[in-house]
């Protein structure tokens, strides 16, 4: 760790920064997340249906595919593999299960220990063969329908490197994306169970899931999932996207609060609103400090932090310009990427909208997420003393808009 990088964090969050990083380090990873596939591919199925899928997909990817019988190494695609027959897979070896394959996840860690990667349909039985680490990190969930299926499948193109980060096609991720004026998302990895029953199990049924893209490098496909996303919505002409990932942590008042939110928005002029911004620089600017509703909202010219936020057109836009070759390989982040948009107009309220789940583990850096509870703490802290000390201007009479109350009196 750099000496500047030491300091930035003691100015930020204190001893607790470096207690935390002790405590919660990067986790060990089960085993390599997937490798590259050959450029001329097998696909063995007895499902014609499935199969041509599957073909369309790799055209796509660029990939051709020769005949099953035809000599010489080259990635094989197994649709409903018989794992009963003892069979071992070799590397080369993509095994797709689907609810036609029948297995017993005892044999199948058996056979499939060296395969190249398994993409289960099933989420019971990925449940049940990821608990027994099978295939570590090669295993894969898509879902059973048809266009999960598809899905699935790019997905996992896109971690093997097949189809190019940078060209990724958000309508193979997201399909149906409505035309609605505002839409409701929440970012999530199939594969990291926990976290998406801990968001399903908080009731906002309201908010889409988009399957998310599982690289070895966490923070890359967390901003492809984000660019997605972004380019989706532009396309579709939605004038607002409200924006989770599937370790956010709503209260009792969430969605009164989150009214409230929307309709002060209406009053004023914004690029993004952060339900929960982990990082107030010390260089951040609170522009303005308004009650309205019973609610503390605080502008400012920057924010960091992408566990709740909303975005209108402009702030998509700019999501949707990051990209690997550019921003990945200079390590910026895609909050670091948010943080950076120019003259960016940002809300937020004091307390923040919304919490972080500490009993999950990060999908994008395979650390505890009690190990952000000092940088949340610190920024919440940072920004209670930016409001003390803010001066609130001009008068606001005949806004509808009150000002700040004195220091004491809130």
Known sequence: MSISRISQIYEHEGILGFY?????????????????????VQILSPDGQRADVLAQLLDL?????????????????????DIYSGHRYAPNDVLILTDRTSYHAGQLKVVAEQCHAIIETSEARFRT??????AGGRLFLARADDEGFRQGIYRFLL?????????????????????????KFCLSLPETLSRRQSFLAQGLSDFRILDGIRLEQGWIGAALGYRALAEACLARGVQQAIVCEDDVSVAPGFRQRLDTVREYLGRVEWDVFSGLSSHVGPDYRVTRVEHYKGETFVHLDRTTGMVFNIYNRRALAHLAGWRVAEHGAQGITIDRHLEAMPNMRVVTTLPFLVDHSDHLASAAWSFDNRRY?????????????????????????????????PAGTR
């Open 20 to 40: 935390s990083r002790l405590r919660f380090p990067k986790a060990r990873r089960e085993g390599a997340l997937v490798g590259p596939i050959t450029q001329e």
């Open 61 to 81: 990817a660029s990939r051709d595919v020769v005949p099953a019988d035809q000599s010489g190494l080259h990635t094989r695609f197994h649709l409903d593999p």
């Open 159 to 183: 971690s093997s490197g097949a189809i190019d980060w940078d060209t990724a096609d958000w309508r193979q991720l997201l399909s149906d994306t409505r035309s609605d004026e505002v839409q």
């Open 129 to 134: 063969i990821s608990e027994m680490q099978v």
């Open 373 to 405: 509870r000092s940088l949340i703490s610190a920024s919440q802290h940072r920004l209670t003393q930016m409001l003390a000390e803010f001066d609130a201007g001009p008068s606001l009479a005949g806004s509808g808009l009150t000002p700040p109350a």
